[in-house]
């Protein structure tokens, strides 16, 4: 049987991409690569829910991957998250963003850069599981079924 590689272990082999501390990324940095693996688990999540139209897809996956959702994630998170992951969002919550969101508030856009910046934290340091049982938690901490 095949040993199983996470697609970040895959891109890093193919690519031959270099060691990097992600300690020393920007909070903006973390944020756009967390906006992405964010953005793929929803839409994996849709997709493994059954076949629909691109329409229909989009639809469902916006109720989802907008700022004034991830708002309430993080602060429904806020009291499970250790001191590290704590001080990244804090870290992307409080980056000076030079775009806004189209339908949030300019608090309910910084949580969501924040809660980006702690997905794409956990991504790029392998913590995988953590990052789906953070979402996994959240929407259930505010009701949302997925």
């Known amino acids: 049987m095949e040993e199983s590689i996470t697609i970040l272990d895959a891109i890093k082999q193919q690519f031959a991409c270099k060691e990097v501390d992600i300690r020393t990324y920007s909070p903006l940095t973390l944020a756009y690569i967390g906006d992405a693996i964010y953005d793929l688990v929803i839409r994996t999540i849709v997709v493994e829910r059954g076949n629909q139209s691109a329409k229909g897809l989009h639809k469902t996956t916006i109720k989802y991957v907008n700022a004034k959702v991830q708002a309430k994630m993080i602060d429904a998170l ?43 934290y956990l991504y790029l340091k392998g913590e995988t599981a953590r990052m789906l049982t953070l979402i996994q938690t959240a929407f259930e901490k505010i009701g949302m079924k997925i």
């Open 78 to 120: 806020e009291e499970i998250l250790t001191e590290e992951e704590e001080a990244v969002y804090h870290r992307g919550r409080n980056a000076k963003s030079y775009t806004s969101a189209k339908n949030a508030s300019i608090i309910e856009y910084r949580k969501a850069t924040g809660l980006e910046a702690l997905m794409g």
